[in-house]
């Protein structure tokens, strides 16, 4: 093997990535050579509360050309990958997995709940989250961390939906056990002032120290080389040069946005790839209460509503997840600063083809981004909201609500569905296993596989997924 020959070239260090590392370690020879390469830095976590931002690399606009302003996008581009993120770690609800089948809409994934199940478990108890056994995600084994406290909303809210309003799973710790410091509740999550968030760049760093790994930061990789059939090595920008290094395995872990770009600009041609770009897309809910002093929870999202979740009105609207937020949201009014309430409601959506990634004539180095409206779909569950949050406060004591007016299209910071998982070459990119369906030593991780926009939020589902899929290659 030449100095720049490897056995696994691995793109990125976000979630998808290093839950793939860290799974391929454990199978892999004493004696291989893993090349990681990451566009970013590595960013002290100091630095980051002192700037009160979310991003430690360039400004991601700078990165992108977005065709439809009217959407925004968010990605963090440094090592760790998107350490802002707030830690909800839902699981999919087990009928999210096969919506063509059950309700007419989407399409069913390549897997199960059951085959992810496992995969969850493992995740969860790498990442040291705080959970309870309830609702409707059936579990092999409990959480090894205690839930979160509810807040005083919550209490309301599970005393009217028992087994559906339930505490919320998340990688804010609840115990030192985890390593970390408890979730000290200041609502500050995508800069957590005491590391009590689980992050790659924090709490999983060490994996890139091992031996085997060569880790290259401020390494953009341009493009996966291809020969016959299958890939060799990738091409990737650092120090000002264009560099390439040979890989028996390329495993992608760019995100939602930059994987499919870097894809497209190898020549790769699949009529999927790029394509079906979505996210989950939000609305904010304040409520105002009678008698009850609100927050005082163990963490900033305390409550996960799972009544809107799965049901035969997916057939017409999307399901919806409601979170309960615990952050001081304070009422202008003498002695009832805390009867106020903060719900999220975040709905799925059915992916379309036109929302796509793709290359950009003007400019080589950057994706252009085509996102123009939100489907009819999605449109279906705005107009419901309204009867959704009726009903869900009937009979509670609630004086009133206001739905809070949007900005654009709205979003979730939850970029996914462009490398689409499939058994149909023409419409997905990747397999079960994240392997692309002709280049088979390609892998394509991360939410650009999920087929279809569960209301969930995506990280715990793809990182499992990466843990899945390293497992495979050795079985
Ligand atoms: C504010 C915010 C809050 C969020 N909260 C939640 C939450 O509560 N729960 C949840 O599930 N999800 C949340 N998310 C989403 C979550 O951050 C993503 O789902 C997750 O980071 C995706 O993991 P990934 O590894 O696929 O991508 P990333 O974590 O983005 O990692 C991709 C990596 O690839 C690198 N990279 C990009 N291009 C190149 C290139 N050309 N060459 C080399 N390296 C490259 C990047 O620098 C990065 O390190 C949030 C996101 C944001 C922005």
Redesign the pocket.
């Known amino acids: 093997m030449s100095q720049k020959s490897f056995s696994l070239a691995v793109?990125?260090?976000?979630?998808?990535?290093?839950?793939f590392l860290l799974e391929y370690l454990k199978h892999a020879r004493k004696d291989e050579r893993i090349l990681v390469?990451?566009?970013?830095r590595r960013v002290d976590p100091a630095l980051r509360l002192q700037r009160r931002g979310?991003l430690g690399?360039p400004g991601f606009n700078d990165?992108i050309i977005n065709r439809t302003p009217q959407k925004g996008w968010?990605?963090?581009?440094?090592?760790?990958?998107?350490?802002?993120?707030?830690?909800?770690?839902?699981r999919m609800h087990p009928n999210d997995f096969r919506t063509r089948s059950l309700y007419g809409v989407g399409t069913d994934w390549p897997l199960t709940y059951e085959d992810i199940e496992p995969y969850y478990v493992r995740v969860e108890h790498a990442m040291g989250i705080a959970g309870a056994s309830e609702g409707p995600f059936p579990r092999s084994e409990p959480y090894r961390y205690p839930a979160h406290r509810f807040n005083a909303f919550d209490e309301v809210l599970a005393a009217k939906y028992p087994g559906q309003h339930i505490h919320f799973p998340?990688?804010r710790s609840s115990s030192v056990e985890t390593g970390r410091p408890v979730c000290c509740a200041s609502g500050v999550?995508?800069v957590c002032p005491i590391s009590s968030k689980f992050q790659?760049d924090l709490h999983m760093a060490q994996l890139y120290d091992d031996p085997r790994v060569t880790l290259l930061l401020d390494?953009?990789?341009?493009r996966v080389d291809i020969e016959a059939g299958r890939v060799t090595g990738v091409q990737?920008r650092r120090e000002g040069r264009e560099q390439h290094a040979a890989a028996d395995l390329v495993a992608v872990?760019?995100?939602?946005i930059?994987?499919p770009?870097?894809l497209l600009r190898s020549g790769l041609s699949d009529p999927a790839l790029g394509r079906y770009l979505n996210e989950q897309i939000s609305r904010d809910v304040q409520v105002d209460l009678v008698g009850v002093d609100n927050y005082g929870g163990g963490q900033a999202?305390t409550g996960l509503g799972a009544m809107f979740l799965d049901g035969a009105s997916r057939r017409d609207r999307p399901a919806c997840l409601v979170e309960n937020w615990n952050v001081p949201w304070l009422r202008a009014e003498h002695g009832r600063w805390r009867q106020r309430a903060l719900l999220k409601f975040v709905f799925e959506d059915l992916p379309s083809a036109d929302n796509h990634v793709s290359l950009a004539p003007e400019d080589a180095s950057k994706p252009a981004i085509h996102y123009p409206r939100a489907s009819s779909y999605m449109q279906a569950g705005f107009d419901s909201l309204e009867g959704r949050v009726t009903e869900l406060l009937s009979g509670l004591p609630v004086e009133s609500f206001y739905i809070l007016p949007k900005q654009g299209i709205g979003g979730?910071?939850?970029?996914?569905g462009t490398t689409r998982m499939g058994t149909d070459p023409q419409t997905s990119v990747v397999d079960a296993d994240l392997r692309h369906h002709t280049l088979r030593n390609l892998l394509v991780?991360?939410?650009?596989s999920f087929p279809t926009c569960p209301a969930?939020?995506?990280?715990?589902?793809?990182?499992a997924l990466?843990i899945r899929a390293a497992e495979r290659l050795f079985v």
Request: proline share 3%; glycine share 18%; with cysteine.
């Open positions: 793109v990125g260090t976000g979630f998808a990535s290093t839950f390469l990451e566009r970013g979310i690399g990165l968010v990605q963090n581009i440094a090592f760790g990958g998107g350490s802002c993120w707030t830690g909800n770690t839902p998340s990688a999550c995508s790659i390494a953009e990789v341009e990737y872990g760019a995100h939602a930059m994987t770009f870097i999202v979730s910071a939850h970029i996914q991780l991360g939410g650009g969930a939020n995506p990280t715990l589902t793809l990182s990466s």
